[in-house]
């Protein structure tokens, strides 16, 4: 598994701190630590299911990327190995109708979470040593629930997809991949569980990467819509997936979700939402006999306001599940790719977008970590209530130029080498270099940067899905924000302070809170690098210990911690207190918020 001696002694401590941490195995009365999104589960779901509970779970414990992908696929292996039948639920059949094997989704979740502890176990005694080394795209992620009761985007962030397939003949690959559901999140959720699965599994993956996209969401969508009718689901998902091959893009698509590319500093068309006000889409949906109608909005039979989705079986065939697919050849002067819902693209345009990623990263000096964020806070400002998820992409360094040109490609190696080499000396080994890595078109790569596959949870949040427990020397610091860096040219592996919010990841499902303004309870981070992770050692923290308490976030605790961090900020009364305030509550995107002690507000 490991490609270096300093990788393998990084992933075996890992190994050593996430099981020393985790009390297994899990009995039949044990709580698991994070339940499955579905109910049920098939045979066929069965290697989706297992990969998306590994990786989620490592991911939550900030697992290198490369090594929880291994460790997945080594666990699902082993699952889609073993006898399942006899967790099968017993139904009565009716007569002539063929018996469809189920089991409970909770049942799969435990043997997998045993498994993938026992698989650990082994793989700290003898690790697997064959992953070839590869750079990863730097990304930068946001999702939000925003003004809407329930969050119903998912989204998939796959940096290192041979691995978690365990594909070796291949150039690198990597899929990201935006679901907004509608009616429901079952349908976004089984998108986002299985669709990259059933693109591995089609014939032409290795020969035709777009056929095998569009086959994938046709397979989803009838899949989707079968266990809709057993389960008596009415839902859908629209979706976008963006597919790197070497150097070279596949987008695939249903519905209004979208993806722009960006060359240097310009918008690439790549694709055109499925809308029913499109001429196309229109007398397609005419000739199956249904009907186009103004209802707030172009809809199709006066419902949907998009003509092809995941699942919507009630709207069939005229919401039809066939997607549309493109390929695009890159030649390194690519600058970045934004995947977004519709709740970004319908109060935010393209060179809007544009516009917002090069200010933000003008101002951070190509700092990638908040441009997510950025894109999101301009489309609630634009007005936006729906649901916002945004993905981006970063196909080269931006903190390097651009390519001038992709002509003579000799002459414009030999000048790039000589520009790095004096840029490195003036900035003494520092800022943006292709002989830094010595690979072309990706100059000055970051080794390794990822996050989860799919959201770890929206439950009771205003703002983002990706508080987890981190790992490190210093533990849960209480001062802030910590970057650990390598060196010139290594990203940063940042955490978050703030861990109460990790028990809440399993709940139900509340309404949008209003977002408190109490300085110390600052959103996570919500960018995660994975520089092979040099410095790892104490689990958790006493902040997470702190949330087990009785009481613990009850209103009159709140009330009695809100009164001493008044007396600790020297503030006697509510008059001082509020303007004093008012300077959190509207700070900017991006700008980190002074942070109190955790230990001194309680």
Same mark, same amino acid.
């Given at each position: 598994?490991?490609?270096?001696?300093?990788?393998?002694?990084?992933?075996?401590?890992?190994?050593?701190?996430?099981?020393?941490?985790?009390?297994?195995?899990?009995q039949?009365?044990?709580?698991?630590?994070?339940?499955?999104?579905?109910?049920?589960?098939?045979?066929?779901?069965?290697?989706?299911?297992c990969?998306?509970?590994?990786?989620?779970?490592?991911?939550?414990?900030?697992?290198?990327? !490369?090594?929880?992908?291994?460790?997945?696929?080594?666990?699902?292996?082993?699952?889609?190995?073993?006898?399942?039948?006899?967790?099968?639920?017993s139904?009565?059949?009716?007569?002539? /109708?063929?018996?469809?094997?189920?089991?409970?989704?909770?049942?799969? /979740?435990?043997?997998?979470?045993?498994?993938?502890?026992?698989?650990?176990?082994?793989?700290?005694?003898?690790?697997?040593?064959?992953?070839?080394?590869?750079?990863?795209?730097?990304?930068?992620?946001?999702?939000?629930?925003?003004?809407?009761?329930?969050?119903?985007?998912?989204?998939?962030?796959?940096?290192?997809?041979?691995?978690?397939?365990?594909?070796?003949?291949?150039?690198?690959?990597?899929?990201?991949?935006?679901?907004?559901?509608?009616?429901?999140?079952?349908?976004?959720?089984?998108?986002?569980?299985?669709?990259?699965?059933?693109?591995?599994?089609?014939?032409?993956?290795?020969?035709?990467?777009?056929?095998?996209?569009?086959?994938?969401?046709?397979?989803?969508?009838?899949?989707?819509?079968k266990?809709?009718?057993?389960?008596?689901?009415?839902?859908?998902?629209?979706?976008?997936?963006?597919?790197?091959?070497?150097?070279?893009?596949?987008? =695939?698509?249903?519905?209004d979700?979208?993806?722009?590319?960006?060359?240097r500093?310009?918008?690439?068309?790549?694709?055109?939402?499925?809308?029913?006000?499109?001429?196309d889409?229109?007398?397609?949906?005419?000739?199956?006999?249904?009907?186009?109608?103004?209802?707030?909005?172009?809809?199709?039979?006066?419902?949907?306001?998009?003509?092809?989705?995941?699942g919507?079986?009630?709207?069939?065939?005229?919401?039809?599940?066939?997607?549309?697919?493109?390929?695009?050849?890159?030649?390194?002067?690519?600058?970045?790719?934004?995947?977004?819902?519709?709740?970004?693209?319908?109060?935010?345009?393209?060179?809007?977008?544009?516009?917002?990623?090069?200010?933000?990263?003008?101002?951070?000096?190509?700092?990638?970590?908040?441009?997510?964020?950025?894109?999101?806070?301009? =489309?609630?400002?634009?007005?936006?209530?729906?649901?916002?998820?945004?993905?981006?992409?970063?196909?080269?360094?931006?903190?390097?130029?651009?390519?001038?040109?992709?002509?003579?490609?000799?002459?414009?190696?030999?000048?790039?080498?000589?520009?790095?080499?004096?840029?490195v000396?003036?900035?003494?080994?520092?800022?943006?270099?292709?002989?830094?890595?010595g690979?072309?078109?990706?100059?000055?790569?970051?080794?390794?940067?990822?996050?989860?596959?799919?959201?770890?949870?929206?439950e009771?949040?205003?703002?983002?899905?990706?508080?987890r427990?981190?790992?490190?020397?210093?533990?849960?610091?209480?001062?802030?924000?910590? !970057?650990?860096?390598?060196?010139?040219?290594?990203?940063?592996?940042?955490?978050?302070?703030?861990?109460?919010? =990790?028990?809440?990841?399993?709940?139900?499902?509340?309404?949008?809170?209003?977002?408190?303004?109490?300085?110390?309870?600052?959103?996570?981070?919500?960018?995660?690098?994975?520089?092979?992770?040099?410095?790892?050692?104490v689990?958790?923290?006493?902040?997470?210990?702190?949330?087990?308490?009785?009481?613990?976030?009850?209103?009159?605790?709140?009330r009695?911690?809100?009164?001493? !961090?008044?007396?600790?900020?020297?503030?006697?009364?509510?008059?001082?207190?509020?303007?004093?305030?008012?300077?959190?509550?509207?700070?900017?995107?991006?700008? /980190?918020?002074?942070?109190?002690?955790?230990?001194?507000?309680?």
């Amino acid at each position: 598994m490991a490609g270096s001696a300093a990788e393998e002694k990084t992933f075996r401590r890992f190994l050593e701190l996430f099981l020393r941490e985790m009390k297994m195995p899990l009995q039949e009365s044990d709580p698991l630590p994070m339940r499955p999104l579905s109910d049920l589960v098939s045979e066929d779901e069965v290697e989706g299911e297992c990969l998306d509970l590994c990786l989620q779970h490592l991911y939550k414990y900030n697992c290198p990327c !490369s090594l929880a992908a291994a460790l997945a696929r080594a666990t699902a292996d082993s699952m889609l190995q073993t006898d399942l039948s006899v967790h099968h639920l017993s139904k009565t059949v009716e007569d002539g /109708a063929e018996p469809f094997p189920q089991m409970e989704s909770v049942k799969l /979740a435990r043997l997998v979470f045993n498994r993938l502890f026992e698989m650990c176990c082994l793989w700290l005694k003898e690790l697997p040593f064959h992953r070839r080394p590869q750079p990863y795209y730097e990304t930068s992620i946001h999702a939000i629930k925003n003004m809407r009761r329930k969050m119903e985007d998912k989204h998939v962030i796959i940096p290192d997809f041979n691995t978690l397939f365990n594909i070796q003949d291949q150039e690198e690959q990597a899929f990201f991949a935006v679901f907004d559901g509608h009616g429901g999140v079952d349908a976004a959720i089984y998108a986002a569980n299985h669709l990259h699965v059933n693109l591995v599994h089609q014939e032409s993956f290795n020969h035709d990467p777009g056929e095998a996209l569009y086959r994938a969401f046709k397979l989803t969508d009838e899949r989707f819509v079968k266990k809709a009718s057993r389960e008596n689901l009415r839902c859908g998902t629209t979706g976008v997936v963006t597919f790197l091959r070497g150097r070279t893009l596949y987008v =695939a698509w249903l519905g209004d979700s979208q993806v722009i590319l960006v060359r240097r500093g310009q918008v690439v068309e790549l694709m055109k939402p499925h809308k029913p006000d499109r001429e196309d889409e229109k007398q397609r949906i005419e000739a199956l006999g249904g009907c186009v109608i103004w209802f707030g909005t172009w809809r199709v039979n006066g419902s949907l306001s998009v003509s092809r989705a995941i699942g919507d079986s009630e709207h069939k065939p005229y919401i039809c599940g066939d997607a549309d697919h493109s390929i695009f050849p890159l030649d390194g002067s690519e600058d970045y790719l934004i995947l977004a819902c519709d709740g970004f693209w319908d109060t935010v345009s393209p060179d809007e977008a544009v516009r917002v990623v090069s200010d933000h990263l003008q101002e951070n000096s190509g700092d990638t970590t908040m441009v997510a964020h950025k894109l999101v806070a301009s =489309a609630r400002d634009a007005g936006s209530s729906d649901n916002i998820t945004v993905i981006v992409v970063f196909l080269r360094d931006p903190r390097s130029p651009p390519p001038t040109s992709t002509e003579d490609d000799e002459e414009g190696e030999e000048e790039e080498e000589e520009e790095d080499a004096v840029r490195v000396e003036r900035d003494g080994g520092e800022g943006g270099s292709t002989a830094d890595i010595g690979v072309k078109g990706r100059s000055g790569w970051p080794l390794q940067q990822c996050s989860a596959p799919a959201d770890l949870g929206y439950e009771d949040r205003t703002d983002s899905f990706t508080d987890r427990t981190s790992l490190s020397f210093l533990g849960p610091s209480l001062k802030g924000r910590i !970057s650990l860096t390598q060196g010139p040219r290594q990203p940063c592996f940042s955490f978050h302070p703030d861990l109460r919010t =990790a028990p809440h990841l399993c709940q139900e499902e509340r309404p949008v809170r209003r977002r408190s303004f109490i300085p110390f309870q600052e959103p996570g981070i919500h960018s995660f690098t994975d520089p092979l992770w040099p410095q790892i050692a104490v689990l958790l923290g006493q902040t997470v210990r702190h949330s087990g308490r009785p009481g613990y976030g009850t209103r009159r605790l709140d009330r009695r911690r809100l009164g001493r !961090s008044r007396e600790m900020l020297g503030l006697s009364s509510s008059t001082n207190f509020l303007p004093n305030m008012q300077r959190y509550s509207n700070h900017r995107p991006g700008v /980190a918020v002074p942070q109190l002690p955790y230990d001194a507000a309680i």
